[in-house]
């Protein structure tokens, strides 16, 4: 079955600091992997995603990530964290098949302080 | 404008009522969700729509029901509302070709007393 783990409930990184958000996921197949960020009061937004190719893929907001099949990890990756980015980080995987549907993680909440 | 627009955005309502959650969109995608979001357990599918004659239970659909009145209108109805129902809850979107991200309103948040 597919399923996503987030082990991090919170993280608190310094302004300008780097920043990794740790993903892990099951999944039976090739997965097609995503990271969206919510902001208070806001629905979800997709920050980037991977399907195939390059494993290490570049996303809005300076954000990166990158697909390591024999970890089954999909961390995502920031050089220099504003205070902007304090948000909830979602990663989610979903399949190549129809009728799919993505499975979220339960979330990481970033506390950037100054 | 929005493009996934939620309405209302905040409710606050008691136990036992019939309560209606909409959205719609302007993306034009076939595909549309709802989720709701509890802390510390993401976000939990509910019902998912592939088309307008398409409609599948998520993972959680006891207690809902929804309705699909054209390919830009999909609504969730809570019969009887429960106190554990209380959660924020989000419509989504995405393409017909699988696996595209989805787009997300803004959600509203329900509260049963």
């Known amino acids: 079955a597919q399923s996503v783990t987030q082990p991090d409930i919170h993280i608190t990184v310094s302004e300008g600091a780097s920043l990794e958000l740790r993903c892990n996921y099951s999944?039976?197949?090739?997965?097609?992997l995503f990271w969206y960020v919510q902001s208070p009061g806001q629905g979800l937004q997709l920050l980037l995603k991977?399907?195939?190719?390059?494993?290490l893929v570049q996303g809005i907001k300076g954000f990166e990530a990158e697909f390591k099949r024999s970890q089954s990890s999909f961390n995502l990756r920031k050089p220099s964290v504003h205070w902007s980015d304090a948000a909830e980080y979602f990663c989610a995987v979903g399949g190549g098949t129809g009728g799919f549907k993505t499975i979220f993680g339960a979330g990481t909440r970033l506390f950037v302080k100054a | 404008d929005a493009d996934v627009t939620q309405t209302p955005r905040n409710r606050i309502t008691k136990t036992g009522k019939r309560i209606m959650l909409e959205c719609s969109q302007t993306k034009g995608h076939d595909r549309m969700y709802w989720y709701r979001q509890d802390p510390g357990l993401g976000l939990r599918l509910i019902y998912y729509s592939f088309d307008v004659k398409d409609i599948n239970k998520g993972e959680i659909s006891d207690g809902y029901s929804v309705s699909r009145q054209a390919q830009a209108k999909f609504s969730l109805s809570l019969e009887s509302a429960i106190p554990n129902q209380t959660a924020l809850y989000f419509c989504?979107?995405?393409?017909?070709?699988?696996?595209?991200?989805?787009?997300f309103g803004d959600g509203t948040r329900l509260s049963i007393l």
């Open positions: 991977y399907f195939s190719g390059d494993t």
């Open positions: 989504a979107t995405s393409p017909g070709q699988s696996n595209q991200p989805q787009h």
């Open positions: 999944y039976g197949a090739t997965p097609y």
